[in-house]
């Protein structure tokens, strides 16, 4: 057994070597500079901790690793010179190996003289002599384990991996190999070995590991103990490294992000191969950054952090509701596991070379819409061409109106808690995308619990929008990774797969200098662009056109207003189903901006709202999600307190207003404030007067025409849902209630499908039920899918496909699911 005895050894012999000075101390024992008395020159001892005389197998165990080590014969691995043990007090034994003496410290040194990244050209030159060194341990059936900059010493340039004679043989069958198959370091350590499963893969991740260290200045997960470090390689997806050093080539990251890739089969097949595929990304020509210092969300000066919402006491106590018992929650959800395992036969090990904002574009990989070769099971009415479309009216004078002040949380957009000044404040996060365009929809026929085809695993934060093209072939998501990605998945659906097919690599994809939260991403009614508004700090809209030549951009942005962090910012848009104008709503302020294709400098018309008052004790009433009718003459939006404003578009009034009635919620007595992830707003597809908007745990539809009560409340009897997490608190004292996610409209208009915070499972609800199960007045869902082989977390939005016979799905692990729920 090891034990943990030290003693001084400053002056002593080790067998022929006299002990100079101690040169450093860690977790596999001390190393000493020392003198070879026999061939007089300086060396360096590595002394491992102690153990018994009488543990056997780990001595004869040493002896062979040491001696198959010493094997190791290349120009980066430090060479070792000697090994031995030696007899200390009592019935004690050292091991230890003698190396040369490398005078010019590790590269962790190195990184930690220098206040910014190394060059990268310096940084491509370390990380080539490892990769080097790694592989050639790797054809001799060899593993390090613990590849980190510690062990890699330099030396006038050069580089040797070190600690090779700690390295287990993958052949070996000792106790002592067996025990420590996961032995490393746990800010390093891959997934797998973290379980105690290291193969080549694994030093494949740490060498990653490393070079995005070095590329960034930092590491992606820490933690309080290795067990919370550990658990975070397993599970949770690393930063985009951009987010660190945003001068990073986005070819770079996207080798790096591979590199750290979770399964060890999707890392690419060798060091080496990782590190040429780093200096091709590097070697591309300069890429096209933005100048804005809002850039990452992780800016502490970033706008999107710092608004805060003041939180109101209720004004009468509400009685909770029983809740479920959460013995059954007690564990941390995790991810999908045998259903969406699916055979790597024919993977490409090719590494894709993206361009600044998406990968370029092909006849072979990406069809327009004319070219369309995936037939929908409906053909929509076609769209009119820009030419022949009617332009918006100007603004008109909007009417004053008065609404009555609610006593609930007033929100903001974000799915996040501050405090500041000694009050408490809440963020809120809301969604909704636009109707689809149909005026006859045609589904789902024959509805039935989801069965997952398709699984989208390339994101790699949490995913917040799926917006199917208006044609049903492509699917944009989005999310917290800032970036865009499209994805045919009409191709795959076409073949009707028997069993779920795993897509990593998108057609398209764009990177975007901030997050994409929900309702920011919606497709153009002739399907060939995506108008997004991720959180920039800046009035910034983003107009991307999907079978363009070039992958840049379009910035719509209004020239009157700066930039400055006074300034706007756009968190919601929407596009007309109908016409070539979208919406974007304008952060804390009531208005909302039309904008017209083509002209990205000054919006065509502001409708504003002034029914209300501007401020609540200081809180900004804004308007929130959007969503148009769907014959596009009416733009709802539901404001930061809960009510919905909806616009004449063509007279820029607004035309209805509704108070929405305080949801039935289930907290306790004196509870001041509850956390709800989003919002979701979105007219029925097949009547213009319907229109869905959720209000905490209630989904409400409402016919606007008649505004003083719902048409129908939807609500859950899915114990998952209403089962409060443990302490039942949503962090920084805010109590959590259950409350619904993302919400739309079957293209029929009969059904609506949702989720729910805290479950996995995915709600739809048929409004034509004749028998519906009711509780105090809510209709519960008609049926729930997905605990057992979907989301391993919340799901985030829930959207149908134009013919009504897929739901696609997004979560906070990351993931996007298609599935199929039409047995028609």
């Known amino acids: 057994m090891l034990t943990n005895q030290t003693m001084d050894w400053q002056g002593e012999m080790l067998g022929r070597y006299r002990m100079i000075r101690l040169l450093g101390r860690g977790g596999m024992g001390e190393v000493w500079l020392a003198e070879d008395t026999e061939l007089r020159r300086q060396i360096a001892a590595k002394l491992l901790p102690s153990v018994l005389a009488s543990d056997k197998s780990y001595l004869h165990a040493f002896e062979y690793e040491a001696r198959a080590a010493a094997a190791l014969e290349h120009p980066n691995i430090l060479p070792i010179h000697d090994f031995g043990e030696q007899h200390i007090a009592g019935d004690e034994i050292v091991t230890y190996l003698i190396t040369p003496y490398m005078a010019g410290g590790s590269l962790r040194d190195r990184m930690r003289a220098t206040t910014r990244t190394l060059p990268p050209h310096e940084s491509l030159q370390y990380l080539k002599q490892a990769a080097q060194a790694i592989d050639y341990a790797h054809s001799q059936n060899v593993l390090h384990r613990d590849i980190k900059p510690a062990n890699m010493l330099l030396q006038e340039g050069w580089l040797f991996l070190a600690d090779f004679g700690l390295a287990k043989l993958m052949s070996s069958e000792t106790q002592r190999s067996r025990t420590h198959t996961g032995s490393g370091t746990p800010e390093y350590m891959a997934p797998e070995q973290a379980q105690g499963h290291a193969t080549p893969a ?40 951009t987010q660190w050093n ?69 004004q009468q106590p509400i009685t909770p509701t029983p809740t479920i018992p959460e013995a059954s929650l007690s564990q941390t959800p995790t991810q999908p596991s045998v259903s969406f395992q699916t055979s790597n036969q024919g993977r490409e090990q090719t590494v894709p070379t993206p361009s600044y904002v998406g990968y370029p574009v092909t006849p072979t990989n990406i069809v327009p819409p004319q070219q369309n070769t995936y037939p929908p099971t409906i053909q929509y009415p ?73 699984n989208i695993t390339r994101h790699l934060r949490t995913v917040y929008n799926a917006a199917w093209s208006p044609d049903g072939r492509y699917l944009a998501t989005a999310g917290e990774d800032q970036t865009v990605m499209l994805w045919d998945v009409g191709s795959y659906l076409a073949k009707s797969p028997k069993e779920v097919q795993t897509l990593t690599k998108p057609v398209r994809r764009w990177r975007l200098p901030g997050t994409v939260y929900s309702n920011a991403l919606s497709w153009s009614p002739d399907g060939r662009y995506l108008v997004a508004t991720p959180v920039t700090g800046s009035n910034q809209i983003f107009l991307l056109d999907v079978f363009g030549k070039t992958s840049d951009p379009v910035i719509y942005k209004d020239g009157s207003k700066t930039d400055d962090l006074g300034g706007p910012d756009f968190l919601y848009s929407a596009w007309s189903p109908k016409t070539n104008m979208f919406a974007a709503a304008v952060s804390n302020t009531q208005n909302v901006l039309l904008w017209q294709l083509k002209k990205p400098n000054t919006p065509i018309k502001t409708l504003y709202n002034d029914q209300g008052p501007r401020k609540v004790d200081g809180a900004e009433i804004s308007v929130g999600e959007l969503a148009w009718s769907a014959d596009g003459t009416m733009l709802a939006t539901l404001t930061n307190n809960f009510n919905l404003a909806i616009w004449d578009v063509k007279t820029g009034k607004v035309k209805y207003y509704i108070n929405v009635p305080d949801a039935p919620l289930t907290l306790p007595p004196g509870t001041h404030a509850i956390f709800v992830i989003r919002d979701a707003i979105q007219w029925s597809p097949a009547d213009n007067h319907l229109l869905l908007a959720t209000n905490a745990n209630i989904v409400n539809v409402w016919d606007v025409q008649q505004p003083k009560k719902p048409r129908w409340q939807l609500g859950t009897n899915d114990k998952n849902a209403l089962t409060p997490p443990p302490n039942d608190d949503a962090g920084f004292g805010f109590k959590w209630n259950p409350n619904t996610t993302g919400v739309s409209w079957s293209p029929n ?76």
């Not at 990251?253 to 595929?277: H, Y």
């Not at 008065?402 to 809120?428: C, D, K, N, P, Q």
């Not at 009504?804 to 990351?814: E, N, P």
Request: net charge positive; proline share 10%; glycine share 6%.
């Open 382 to 454: 076609p769209v009119q061409s820009p030419q022949t479309r009617q332009e918006i009216a100007s603004p008109q004078q909007e009417p004053k109106r008065t609404i009555s002040r609610r006593e609930l949380v007033i929100g903001g957009s974000v799915a996040a808690v501050a405090v500041a000044g000694g009050a408490s404040f809440l963020i809120w996060q809301r969604s909704s995308t636009p109707a689809s365009p149909a005026k006859t929809p045609p589904g789902p026929q024959k509805i039935m619990p989801g069965v997952p085809l398709l």
């Open 202 to 241: 694994s030093d494949r991740y740490s060498l990653a590991m490393t070079a995005y260290q070095l590329l960034t200045g930092a590491l992606p997960f820490r933690g309080d103990n290795p067990y919370e470090v550990l658990i975070k390689q397993i599970k949770t997806a690393p930063l985009a490294p």
């Open 246 to 314: 945003p001068t990073l080539p986005l070819a770079a990251e996207e080798i790096l992000l591979q590199g750290l890739a979770k399964r060890p089969e999707d890392r690419l097949p060798t060091c080496v191969a990782f590190v040429n595929a780093l200096e091709q990304a590097f070697s591309l020509p300069p890429q096209t950054t933005s100048d804005d210092s809002e850039a990452t969300i992780l800016a502490p000066w970033s706008k999107r952090l710092r608004k805060v919402v003041l939180t109101y006491p209720l």
């Open 749 to 824: 208009g009969r059904y609506l499908v949702g989720g729910y915070g805290r479950s996995h499972n995915i709600h739809i609800w048929d409004l034509q039920e004749k028998k519906p199960v009711v509780s105090k007045g809510i209709q519960m869902p008609t049926f729930l899918f997905g605990q057992k082989n979907g989301h391993g977390d919340t799901i985030t939005d829930a959207r149908w496909s134009p013919d009504g016979r897929y739901i696609a799905t997004t979560s906070f692990d990351t993931t996007v699911i298609v599935w199929k729920v039409d047995e028609a």
